[in-house]
């Protein structure tokens, strides 16, 4: 038979970016179309076609590493990448089967892409069966080596190639309990882990926990279970998590104590020694002993939701149905009716559940009330809740079709009725954007022929009367937003008299607050009595007046300012200006006695001429006297011949000067 066309390699990340949707459903097309042809092939030519074919390996494995690390949706949704998926693994499963399987498909990274890609279920038999091959296990050897000398190395080694290396390997052990048994034969591999989960490193801690449990539970699963290589497996790690805690680290701080606390490693080995009938007090020390590594509140796990699936009624009703549901509720309705004779405060919602309670016996539940033995929930339950109403539900075969619902109402406007909206509209008025783009702005003002006629402006005009103004309302009460009071004058009135006594009462406040106490003698003394002749008010009215005022300090504010003494009037104006005494003492409101002591230029006078200690320079006479006298003319002499001396500088002279200058008159 002539062989048959080889496969294209699966094509990288780059590639498939730039393959176009059209090519890549060929791509899928052409792989289907060779992998049904060989599987097709019977065993003698599979063996010698297929198995010796060099473009199948490569294609399963570039297959196998790009689908499991970036996800079977890189395929697609269709229907032909679905079929390649699946055909791909029976391609794989008969390749494995075969007497000489290609080497390339024995290596320990095929294998865990092809555990990660399939389920457990799928690829947990072929894997267990393959294992067994000298290739196979000469692969694992040589990773188990590498990897405990990475494991030792520590900070030393190469830690992302660690941690990529037990991600892919977590897939294996996950899905063959052989090949875990084959990486714990021996305490190398799980000292290694428990050593390199010092190096603080959280996500290479996270790995490693998670190959030391699947290891460990993947004894359990065997055929037979390795129950007596899981017990010294566990010894080990008590020694390992006991060395940890007497030395200087922190005792939480151990693989040992983070394995027992996040995974459930020791309920899942306890609840299968006990299926298999194999739990001895060997098992239950080591188990607890380990237990007590657990760190505390790290097996704390929220509540896992369940959903359940409520009756809403909504099923198929039948007329046998109807009808037997009508009879159960004529008959737990008699039923409530009996209990509720015996029991009339007992609402039916409430003896509905009694009779749920004890399987619809009446006479059981009468005895629990006599008795007052309830369970918790029934005897603090509301026992007056009556039963909810129950809407009847329609029947399947009486489902109609439901009328058509009502339009969404139209909006009206102006509009409406209109030429437009009756297509009466004339074709010839209707035009889009100018009516003539033709003309400018200036042809458009020339034409006079749309202009309004002179005559009718000048009527509009002559209608017009600039006088014919309406009445100012500027500062009327109602638009400038007064009050007017448009009370009654016993309103009035009544307002004075409550005016009044409130002014006697905060009189009497100010003069005796005690008057305003709340007992016996106060009520019996004469103030209090004046004061209720005067207000008309009784005792407690009194005394509420003063608590609400001692309480209220701005009400005390305004209530001064009101009743103050001062009226605002002012009688009397009297003269503040400055007089002189006949003394000499110059006090104001003092009249001037034309006295030479009294003049400016006395001894003790504010005036020029009382520098001098005794007599001083003043030679009498004032220039404010009266006109005639001779020492008010030698007065007024003497003040302008000797404004130049006092720091005056001839300031007349002078503005007349500066008047001359500029023009004006001086």
Known sequence: MAPLPPFATFPEAPWRDHIVPEEWEACLSNWIALAEAHLSLPENQFASLSVKDESVSPFLISFMRETASNGIGILGTSQPAQLLFRQCFLLVARLLRSPSPPLSLLQWEFLSDFCRLYSKKRASTLVNWVSQKLQVT???????KSLITTLDSGLKGDL?????????????????????????????????????YKIMNPPLRKVIVTTAYLCLIGLTEG???????????????????DSHKAGPLNANDSMVAELVTVTPILKQVQHRLEESGSSTARWKSVINALEGFRKPGGNVRPKKLVKRKVDKGKGVMTE??????????????????????????????????????YGDDTEQVIAHLLEDDLPSHLATADRTKELSPERSRRKSRDIAPRPTPPQVPVRHNVFDDDEFDKLAVDVSNIHFGKRNADKSADDILNDRSSAPNK????????????????????????????????????DADDRKRKDASEEVLFRAYQTDPKVFDRDAATRRGQTRLNLKQQTGMTDEAIEGWALMLARTPHQMRQLEMRYSAFSGNQPTLAPTAWRATPAG??????????????????????????????????????????????????????KESNKGSRANHNRRDQRARKMARGGLPG
């Open 223 to 241: 055929e037979p279970p390795n129950f007596s290589m899981l017990t010294d497996q566990l010894y080990s790690l008590k020694s390992a998590a």
């Open 138 to 144: 000469n692969s694992l050897n040589s990773l188990k």
């Open 455 to 490: 005559a009718a402006i000048l009527s509009a005009l002559s209608a017009f009367d600039a006088d014919d103004d309406e009445r100012d309302d500027t500062y009327d009460v109602a638009d400038a937003g007064l009050v007017a009071n448009d009370g009654t004058p016993e």
């Open 585 to 638: 003492s110059g006090a104001e409101d003092s009249e001037a006695d034309g006295g030479g002591n009294s003049l400016r230029g006395g001894p003790h006078s504010r005036g020029r001429g009382g520098r001098s200690r005794g007599g001083g320079r003043g030679r009498g006479g004032n220039v404010a006297g009266p006109s005639g006298d001779k020492d008010t003319e030698n007065a007024r002499k003497r």
């Open 160 to 196: 992302k190639t660690l941690e990529s290396s037990l991600k892919r390997l977590n897939h294996l052990i996950h899905a063959s309990p052989e090949i875990a048994a084959f990486f714990l034969a021996g305490s190398d591999f799980l000292d290694g882990l428990i050593n390199c």
């Open 320 to 357: 046998g149905d109807d009808k037997a549901l009508g009879e159960m509720k004529i008959h737990r309705m008699s039923q409530i009716s009996q209990i509720q004779d015996l029991f009339p405060t007992l609402g039916s919602g409430f003896v509905s559940k009694l009779l749920d309670e």
